[in-house]
């Protein structure tokens, strides 16, 4: 039997002042708490407290991290009864401001796995150690170098996986103890870190080329050894290597990049209920990306796919796709192009003044794009001007400004509203409160694939998908994006993080069903709901 401070020192056994006097009896805790026996509920109400009095989001999310350490059921029990609230405090943006002063403020590792690219040899043991004999069936990798649209944080950006694996809990419902939260530390190039004594990471540039994708395969072969059912979601990873990683592992394993995939997904739910608001058909629609990197680039996947979906030749579908980065309006005899641009450029022939379209406002004014999405960590980039310009050749501009966090955004929701007097759809990467404007109340849809993944992730687990392929992707979007609430003026084109329990469960169930009717199941099972219900996670004792 454990030790008493085994037990209290355990997040995954700890229910502090909830044990009964029966099992302080029997785990041999007599005496080593207060007399007291408390529900969870008080114990929620005491930690709601203690929440609300500290003075900043910052301050609010050290002190959840501390709850979660200590007891993982009682911190999903109260983020279960506060999820909005607590989103952007575990989650995006706050987050980043944990990213940001990680190794100043480290106290615990969160259970988290640390890889060191120095150390390829001992991959297997870290998985096996952190995992501590616990039964993962999920892991969240990043290796920080494209941390949001924050840029490369090294061993830091660990928080990122981490706050993921909570949402994925707090919103799905997964058993926090079959999670696992793995940093590659392959080296940062961030030199405010490399020259800061505090910092955690390996102090060296970052190793690329096959040093690099050599620890991710072992990375991928020991994670495969160890947890064989696990799913293996990609986070955060810089911009040439996401999609080459993600092209190598997704045909052979339950595998997916959230920001080139979740990202893509998101944006299309989101689009397709604006087509539902507006009363428009998305084939007739002109979608312009601005950053066209990892997620700019999986978003313009997404809906290529989508438009192919409805009929669409693959050429008459990229024909209503145009892609902006830092060059302008990406052609394809234009320079430095990524493998993944290269799938999205135009013909300089398509413009009378071609050379002029260096940047997004040249381009929006020669191609009136109807959607537009920001993926290019440049905030204010969707001015007035251009927003004008959009607004005077549709009727309901869909424009979507992802870039986090906040100080990124491309526009703010309010600006969008008032520039197209009440016109534009609009969601943003940050959870935006509602906009009033003439009277009229806009509710801002959160494009965040935080309102995807869970879900997703959930629905691979449950019907213990071998893979995860197009068909299933579509269906998950569809999912999502068949839930807005059409009825309202000021409509959100996404349903509301409020609801994130309800409608990942609803995603959840679609891509069970999509695996299960391609035949993509290890396990034999036939009931997609049934194993998707048989997988909750409930945060109660
Ligand atoms: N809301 C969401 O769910 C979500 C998901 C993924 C990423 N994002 C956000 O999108 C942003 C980009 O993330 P990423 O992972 O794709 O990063 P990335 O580095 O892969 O892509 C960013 C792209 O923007 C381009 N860019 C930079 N400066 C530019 C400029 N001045 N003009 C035009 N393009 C420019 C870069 O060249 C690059 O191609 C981040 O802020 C991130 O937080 C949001
Ligand atoms: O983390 C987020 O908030 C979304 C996305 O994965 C991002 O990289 O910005
Ligand atoms: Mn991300």
């Not at 999310?61 to 350490?69: A, C, I, P, Q």
């Not at 392959?186 to 955690?200: E, I, S, V």
């Not at 799938?343 to 406002?361: G, K, Y």
Request: charged share 20%.
């Amino acid at each position: 039997m454990p030790q008493a401070d085994e037990i209290l020192n355990n997040p995954f056994l700890n229910k502090g002042t909830a044990f009964t006097q029966a099992e302080r009896q029997t785990l041999g805790l007599v005496g080593t708490l207060p007399s007291q026996v408390q529900t969870i509920d008080e114990q929620a109400q005491q930690a709601y407290l203690q929440f609300q009095n500290r003075p900043t989001n910052l301050a609010k999310r050290l002190y959840l991290m501390d709850l979660f350490n200590e007891n993982r059921t009682l911190f999903f029990h109260l983020m279960g009864e506060h999820v909005a609230e607590f989103m952007p405090i575990v989650y995006d943006p706050t987050v980043s401001d944990s990213i940001e002063s990680y190794s100043h403020l480290f106290k615990d590792p969160q259970d988290a796995a640390f890889i060191s690219v120095d150390a390829p040899d001992d991959i297997e043991a870290t998985l096996r150690n952190a995992a501590n004999g616990r039964d993962i069936r999920l892991i969240v990798v990043t290796d920080a170098e494209g941390i949001l649209g924050i840029g490369d944080w090294g061993v830091d950006g660990v928080d990122i996986a981490v706050g993921k694996l909570m949402v994925y809990t707090a919103a799905a419902g997964i058993n926090p103890a079959q999670v696992l939260a793995v940093s590659i530390d392959a080296g940062t190039n961030n030199q405010k870190l490399l020259n800061d004594p505090l910092y955690l990471g390996n102090r060296h540039a970052r190793v690329t080329g096959d040093a690099y994708y050599a620890v991710i395969d072992r990375f991928v072969q020991a994670e495969q050894k160890l947890f064989p059912d696990a799913l293996l979601h990609w986070e955060d990873f810089g911009r040439d290597h996401a999609k080459v990683i993600l092209d190598k592992y997704k045909d052979r394993l339950a595998t997916f990049n959230d920001d080139i995939q979740g990202t893509g997904m998101v944006v299309l739910a989101g689009v397709l209920g604006a087509m539902n608001i507006a009363h428009e058909n998305i084939q007739d629609q002109k979608f312009m990306v601005f950053g066209a990197g990892t997620a700019g680039m999986g978003i313009a996947s997404q809906i290529l796919d989508e438009l192919t979906r409805t009929g669409l030749s693959v050429a008459a579908a990229k024909q209503r796709i145009y892609a902006v980065d830092k060059q302008g309006l990406l052609f394809n005899d234009t320079p430095d192009l990524t493998a993944a641009q290269r799938e999205f450029t135009r013909d300089r022939s398509e413009f009378r003044q071609a050379d002029a379209l260096t940047t997004l406002t040249a381009a929006v004014k020669a191609v009136h794009p109807t959607v537009l999405i920001g993926t290019s960590t440049q905030p204010g980039a969707f001015t007035e001007e251009i927003v004008k310009d959009m607004a005077a050749h549709t009727s309901r501009p869909v424009i979507f400004p992802l870039s986090n966090p906040t100080k990124l955004a491309e526009a703010k929701a309010a600006d969008l509203i008032a520039w197209t007097s009440g016109r534009a759809l609009v969601a943003t990467g940050i959870p935006t409160p509602d906009v009033t404007y003439r009277g009229v109340t806009y509710q801002i849809g959160q494009g965040n694939n935080a309102l995807m993944y869970p879900g997703l992730g959930f629905g691979l687990m449950a019907a213990t998908a071998k893979v995860l392929n197009g068909e299933t992707l579509s269906a998950a979007c569809h999912a999502l994006g068949g839930l807005v609430d059409t009825t309202q003026p000021g409509a959100a084109v996404l349903p509301p993080v409020s609801q994130i329990t309800a409608f990942s469960q609803t995603i959840a169930e679609v891509v069970a069903q999509s695996v299960l009717d391609q035949q993509l199941n290890r396990e034999p099972i036939t009931d997609a709901k049934q194993a998707v219900a048989a997988m909750k996670w409930v945060p109660e004792y």
